[in-house]
């Protein structure tokens, strides 16, 4: 895999973020992570050039496009505070579109997706109603959480249909993508939503929220 370095600045200017973050430098901080999302979508592009699914390399650059687009509007939450809810909502929204385009990039690969659709919101019943034990929240962002975490659980079932279906370091680079991705989105939920946020969970969910959107980033340099 070439250009780590642009992985290497991407987890830099992430932990540079964090601490702007930790000490509520708001505008400072959606900055930084505007630029650490930037990397990702870089190293996407590089790794989408002359990439040999074209179709696969769109959706995935398009999703982390998306991503990076939406990481900002999280951020805009605490620069407004009076539209807070709002805006978590808006940033999740466009979040769970770029879940949705690295679903739909996968879908080809997986065996019997369906399948693996249905595994998926099985998985995400169970995992909800664990989610829904430990928090707090309006029924509309329920709503919300419900959908989103499905989408994400419903990707990483598809992932790992992909993998045993087209075994290989593409597949298995963007499925540890994937599921970073999930366990950094149900830290989130549980954070915010818990009754008791703490910042070093804040940290490790961001942590491992870029690793996956590195991770994903790399898998379009993978054949």
């Not at 808006?90 to 679903?103: D, N, P, Q, R």
């Not at 430990?134 to 499905?150: D, F």
């Not at 499925?175 to 818990?194: E, K, M």
């Amino acid at each position: 895999m070439s250009h780590l370095w642009l992985a290497v600045l991407c987890l830099v200017l992430m932990a540079v973020f964090i601490i702007a973050e930790h000490r509520e430098m708001w505008v400072p901080g959606v900055a930084l992570k505007g630029l650490a999302s930037l990397c990702f979508v870089i190293l996407g592009i590089l790794g989408s050039i002359g990439t040999v699914d074209a179709r696969f390399g769109g959706l995935v650059l398009s999703g982390l496009v998306v991503g990076a687009i939406a990481d900002v509007l999280l951020n805009l939450r605490y620069v407004y505070k009076r539209w807070d809810k709002a805006i978590f909502a808006a940033g999740t929204v466009v979040f769970l579109i770029g879940h949705v385009l690295y679903t739909v990039a996968v879908w080809p690969r997986a065996a019997i997706p369906w399948l693996f659709v249905v595994l998926g919101a099985i998985a995400t019943f169970f995992i909800m109603r664990w989610i829904f034990s430990k928090i707090e929240a309006p029924v509309p962002l329920k709503a919300i959480g419900v959908v989103y975490v499905g989408i994400v659980v419903i990707l990483n079932c598809l992932a790992l249909s992909a993998l045993f279906n087209h075994l290989g370091y593409q597949s298995l680079v963007f499925f540890f993508g994937a599921a970073f991705f999930l366990v950094s989105d149900i830290i989130l939920i549980l954070n915010t939503f818990g009754g008791n946020p703490q910042f070093k969970r804040r940290t490790v969910n961001l942590t491992l929220y870029y690793i996956g959107q590195i991770l994903i980033a790399l898998s379009l340099q993978l054949a």
